[in-house]
């Protein structure tokens, strides 16, 4: 079974621009999860998607947003990007909603803004 | 506010000892806390987890133990081996929503020496 796909590896934009990435779950998975990790940081929520709709959204600013598709794909979006949104930005599945419930991670999108 | 904390960035050990990961949390509605692994350029892995109405849960090299009453985990491995150089991250979810919005601790690096 193909493990969490995400598109593309890495990223380069510049302060002000848009960005959409892209994470294709475990086939059967149906929740998905944004993580961004910033150097020496741990994983911090960004939002959780499930059957199309966002379940959970964590602290961070509006510029943030994301969906998620019939097929359970989703994607994320950052806009108006600042020098500080240069992170690895992780997606994760899972089967089901359970607390407890390992998480499934893909390699990340690395982006960085200059 | 960081509810999950590892304040050992990191931990160096030799081949074959034992390795002692340690977090400690300030939420006491968290029901499950799970362990994960992260190689560089990939994505974290899912290791071992436990529940908060246990306080050990074992895994071939890997056990974890839990103490409600100090707020503290600690994931022990049993040989060490120097395949198991990575970054360890502790999580912790709690009840009532999905395992997605885990709340991570930083992380600490473990570095065993052949």
């Known amino acids: 079974k193909a493990g969490v796909t995400q598109t593309p590896r890495y990223l380069i934009k510049t302060r002000g621009q848009q960005v959409t990435l892209s994470c294709s779950p475990i086939?059967?998975?149906?929740?998905v999860s944004w993580y961004q990790q910033t150097p020496g940081q741990g994983l911090q929520f960004l939002f959780e998607?499930?059957?199309?709709?966002?379940?959970n959204k964590g602290n961070f600013p509006g510029r943030f947003s994301g969906r998620q598709f019939s097929n359970s794909r989703s994607e994320m979006n950052v806009s108006t990007l600042e020098l500080g949104d240069s992170a690895l930005y992780l997606c994760a599945s899972s089967l089901n909603r359970a607390s407890g419930s390992p998480l499934h991670f893909g390699n990340g999108t690395r982006l960085t803004v200059t | 506010d960081q509810q999950v904390k590892q304040n050992s960035p990191s931990l160096s050990v030799q081949e074959g000892r034992i390795s002692i990961l340690n977090c400690d949390y300030t939420?006491?509605?968290?029901?499950?806390f799970l362990w994960y692994k992260k190689y560089p350029a990939e994505g974290p892995t899912f290791l071992i987890s436990?529940?908060?109405?246990?306080d050990k849960n074992e895994d071939g090299r890997f056990t974890v133990f839990l103490n409600k009453s100090a707020k503290h985990l600690s994931l022990h491995i049993v040989p060490s081996q120097p395949g198991d150089s990575a970054v360890y991250f502790c999580a912790a979810s709690v009840p009532n929503t999905n395992a997605g919005k885990s709340t991570f601790g930083d992380g600490t690096t473990l570095t065993v020496k052949p």
């Open positions: 086939s059967g998975h149906r929740s």
């Open positions: 436990i529940s908060s109405i246990k």
């Open positions: 939420n006491s509605m968290f029901d499950y």
């Open positions: 998607y499930f059957s199309e709709t966002q379940r």
